[in-house]
């Protein structure tokens, strides 16, 4: 009963996992710029670990990255579900498609502003000796 009960919950759980892949290579298949995101963030994540920063900036810096990306696929799931409900052109569809896009455009800069925080005085440091 209970290896059943493990081969039911290891099933479901491996099916969670397909679903989540489907979504994620729906996102990289159809918006080009998650592919912008993760190629900056992997430049930043290399650059903080050339520069040997902390694990905890470097850690902050992968938790940006992520957040970007994760919000880039909200706003495309947003996207999809709003495109099935209006198929015409409608101003609420429009302005919380626009609110969506906002949202993942203030994360990129809070996480541009992140960045700079994170590496402009390592780099100073190392160009100016300061």
């Given at each position: ?9 290891f099933?479901?759980?491996?099916h969670?996992?397909?679903?989540a ?5 729906h996102t990289?298949?159809t918006q ?22 902390s694990?905890w ?7 940006t ?9 909200f706003?495309?799931?947003l996207?999809e ?6 198929k015409k ?6 302005v919380a498609k626009?609110?969506a896009a906002?949202a993942?455009?203030?994360?990129a800069f ?5 960045g ?7 780099l100073f440091?190392?160009?100016f000796?300061?």
């Amino acid at each position: 009963m209970i290896k059943r009960i493990k081969e039911a919950f290891f099933l479901r759980h491996l099916h969670s996992y397909r679903y989540a892949t489907a979504g994620i290579k729906h996102t990289l298949r159809t918006q080009v710029n998650i592919w912008v995101q993760i190629a900056v963030g992997l430049l930043v994540i290399l650059a903080a670990v050339y520069g040997h920063l902390s694990r905890w900036e470097i850690g902050l810096l992968v938790l940006t990255v992520g957040a970007v990306v994760a919000a880039e696929m909200f706003n495309t799931a947003l996207e999809e579900i709003l495109d099935l409900i209006e198929k015409k052109h409608h101003l609420k569809v429009k302005v919380a498609k626009d609110i969506a896009a906002g949202a993942v455009l203030v994360l990129a800069f809070t996480s541009l502003l992140i960045g700079i925080l994170i590496l402009l005085p390592p780099l100073f440091r190392a160009l100016f000796g300061l």
